[in-house]
């Protein structure tokens, strides 16, 4: 098999470029984890970071569902159920947040910090910029979206404190139903 010119000079850059690499660079590169995988349901994952920029950016983002807010909701099995009710909403139109509202809720969080510096100090510990933060609140709003035509099914609104009841034993169900699997 014949090699392009160019082929072969990129053969001959890569092999002068190992050749000069210290073996002492070499010896010590080792693959370390990036994150640690909590659990995983259906395709999706939950990792240690996840759970970690989920607390924190709670205090700036709080839920239009009581329920989610309940102070003995640990973090850990809020995220899990949150992540069981976005797979059962999918894209259905009836869960999806108007780009504005989205806007307005992206908005709210940004407002929350009491200076824009300490906002994108934020948004760059995570890796994020204002998009992917939208993208983040838009799947927490369809949730919550699915959350509330659960409770319109009990008449009882899910701005409520009546609710919390009645979605604790309702995601208690789903939870058994949908077995998220904890990595080991």
Known sequence: MLLSPLVLLRVRLL???LVLLPAAAIASAHAEPVDRMLYAFQDRIITEGDLAFDIDLDPHDQ????ALEAPDYAAEQRIVDLTIIRALAGDTLIYRP????VEVRWERV????????????FLTRWGLDGDALRGLLYSRMVSERYIRRVAATHD????????????????????????????P
Do not use: L
């Not at 839920?63 to 009581?66: E, G, K, L």
């Not at 940004?110 to 100090?121: C, K, L, M, V």
């Not at 404190?161 to 077995?179: G, L, M, T, V």
């Open 15 to 17: 092999a002068r470029s």
């Open 63 to 66: 839920s239009a569902v009581p």
């Open 98 to 101: 108007t780009p504005e509202e």
């Open 110 to 121: 940004r407002a929350s910090w009491p200076r824009a510096e300490d906002f994108d100090a």
């Open 156 to 183: 009882v609104p899910a701005e409520t404190e009546a609710f919390a009841p009645i979605y604790q034993e309702w995601i208690a169900e789903i939870r058994a139903k949908a077995q998220p699997r904890r990595a």
